[in-house]
């Protein structure tokens, strides 16, 4: 749970505070001010903790095992987890290069987080028989 936390926090910020950083700049009219994005960043750390505990804990409570299983699952919880991007294009004055980014992006994290889960539950020997 905790490489997960570490996991999506660490490429996030790669995401989102380097990579599309200009985007975001560019399209400042859509989002809150920085300071007020700091003032909420407690609510940011805390999504992903939840983030990390469901998707390891869905894991484990899954017939699935291996890497590459691990890579599948992580691809159906990345297309659960960013559909919402499809709802928030919609519903918000957002770029479509930027929502095709976030999907991109968030799919190939999900991808990733659900190896490194699938890997580091069979080393902890808590892989079900």
Known sequence: MAAAFVWTFLTD???HGLW???DYRAT???WRPEVAMQARFIY????HVLMGVVFAVLWAKSIWR???AGAVFGFWMGAF???VVVFTYVAVPVRGDIAAKWIAAGMLQAVVLGVLVALIY???GLARA
């Not at 940011?44 to 999504?47: I, N, Y």
Request: glycine share 10%; aromatic share 4%.
């Open 81 to 83: 987890q960013h559909v």
């Open 66 to 68: 291996g890497p590459l």
């Open 44 to 47: 940011m750390v805390l999504g």
């Open 13 to 15: 910020f790669l995401i």
């Open 122 to 124: 069979h080393k902890r």
């Open 28 to 30: 400042a009219e859509v």
């Open 20 to 22: 599309l950083a200009p």
